[in-house]
């Protein structure tokens, strides 16, 4: 059994067209724009809170 791909065979599984791909890394920078925009907006928050943040009653 051959467990390396040979270029000669025609890969198993689903096969994504152009399109497809262009439209999965769109889809996936835009997903990666709103997490850093996320992460931005809790930082901002920490910082405009202060130290207050940390002490709270146990």
């Known amino acids: 059994m051959d467990l390396a791909m ?3 065979q025609e ?3 689903i ?8 439209r999965r890394r769109e889809r ?3 997903i990666a724009v709103v ?4 992460v931005t907006l809790f930082f901002i928050v920490t910082l405009v809170k202060g130290p207050a943040v940390l002490v709270r009653p146990m």
Do not use: H
């Not at 096969?15 to 262009?22: M, N, P, S």
């Not at 997490?35 to 996320?38: E, S």
């Open 6 to 8: 040979n270029n000669d």
């Open 11 to 13: 890969p198993e599984g």
């Open 15 to 22: 096969v994504l067209t152009d399109a497809q791909k262009r």
């Open 28 to 30: 996936s920078i835009a």
């Open 35 to 38: 997490l850093g925009i996320l």
